[in-house]
């Protein structure tokens, strides 16, 4: 009997001026600023996979990589993502992922088509839904000094 199983996944990093460019869901935004982050800041693919640990029962993306442990520093998301794909290949399959993206700036309709194409290539599904939404400037989900992504993911049992 086929099992489903839902993960929400949450994350958030602040904008620096110390990076020219940031990575959301694999793809390269070229914004003359980037996300502060111990690992490379993908927030997009930090959510999905904490979304696919959630499904999984299996805790979440900083048991595996404690921001504490020095060898975690500048470690990239993709690495991070495939980590987490390596535990459930056995159990489960990603039927679908769907994503929001929460930011004031970058301006991010424009890489929307990038963005879903990366992340497609990554997990290596086409039901991927990316949605971007503005924080109407107000002071939420980390402000408007942040960018913010939450995203669900739905797991079927192999």
Do not use: W
């Amino acid at each position: 009997m086929e099992k489903y199983k839902v993960g929400l996944g949450y994350d958030l990093h602040r904008f620096t001026e110390k990076k020219d460019f940031m990575l959301l869901g694999g793809a390269k935004i070229n914004c003359g600023f980037g996300l502060k982050a111990v690992s490379d800041g993908d927030v997009a693919l930090h959510a999905v996979s904490d979304a696919i640990c959630g499904a999984a029962c299996l805790g979440d993306i900083g048991d595996y990589f404690p921001p504490s442990d020095k060898k975690n520093q500048g470690i990239e998301s993709k690495r991070i993502t495939e980590t987490i794909l390596a535990k459930i290949k056995n159990n489960y399959k990603i039927e679908n992922i769907d994503i929001t993206l929460v930011a004031e700036k970058p301006r991010l309709v424009s890489y929307k088509k990038d963005i879903t194409k990366s992340l497609r290539d990554i997990f290596e599904i086409s039901d991927i839904n990316l949605k971007i939404k503005s924080k109407e400037k107000k002071e939420v989900l980390g402000g408007v000094g942040a960018l913010s992504c939450l995203a669900v993911v739905l797991l079927k049992s192999v």
